[in-house]
């Protein structure tokens, strides 16, 4: 019998953004392994905390939020990620995020991006041409929201935009289905928009990292 795929739509999506983020706890050690295990002394973390991770030789977990599992007092796993043929960490630091404030405005949303550069491998030998994929380009998330100069959301968007301060973000779809979480930076004028006898919407941009 064919297994169906289950299918996810955009509706009750919760949308959270950073709020704060806690002190750098410093890194020792992260193996490749499924999971990765991180060690880092007396972190203080919960099993369903999410933490930023700045990582130097292990590039692949560099930049990334991740959600904490598997905890002891030393040590804590990087829920849902291979590391077995990750490159060898060599020094980092994680930090706690607080995902304090909603975005609740939003009507539409579309992605672009995350596409890799191709790596040209042909040799003069060959009789057509070869590549491998290499570093791929941002992931952008574009989406309109009700236009709302005092919606705390918005305000928080405006803050970090003006600033370029990069953010943390969490989509959770529907209660206790899929996540997604990722830092970036956010494009927000919070400038109205709209067509004639039509809602007024302000649009923001998410460009993730890692």
């Given at each position: 019998m064919r297994t169906m795929t289950t299918a996810t739509v955009w509706k009750n999506v919760a949308i959270a953004m950073q709020s704060a983020i806690a002190a750098d706890k410093t890194i020792t050690g992260i193996t490749k392994a499924n999971p990765a295990v991180i060690t880092s002394a007396a972190h203080g973390y919960s099993n369903g905390d999410y933490v930023f991770l700045s990582i130097t030789g292990m590039h692949q977990l560099n930049d990334r939020v991740v959600r904490v599992a598997g905890v002891t007092t030393d040590t804590f796993q990087v829920e849902?990620?291979?590391?077995?043929?990750?490159?060898t960490f060599?020094?980092?630091?994680?930090?706690?995020?607080?995902?304090?404030?909603?975005?609740?405005?939003?009507?539409?949303?579309?992605?672009s991006g995350g596409n890799f550069d191709m790596i040209d491998t042909t040799t003069v030998?060959?009789?057509?041409?070869?590549?491998?994929?290499?570093?791929?380009?941002?992931?952008?998330?574009?989406?309109?929201?009700?236009?709302?100069?005092?919606?705390?959301g918005q305000i928080a968007m405006k803050t970090a935009s003006d600033s370029q301060a990069k953010r943390a973000f969490k989509f959770t779809f529907g209660t206790g289905g899929k996540i997604m979480a990722f830092a970036g930076y956010v494009g927000f004028s919070g400038a109205p928009g709209g067509s004639a006898q039509q809602l007024v919407t302000t649009q923001a941009v998410i460009t993730s990292q890692g």
């Open positions: 849902g990620v291979d590391s077995t043929a990750f490159d060599s020094a980092g630091t994680a930090a706690k995020i607080t995902f304090g404030t909603s975005i609740t405005s939003a009507t539409s949303i579309s992605n030998h060959a009789a057509q041409k070869s590549e491998i994929p290499g570093l791929p380009n941002g992931q952008s998330y574009t989406f309109d929201n009700i236009w709302d100069p005092a919606d705390a």
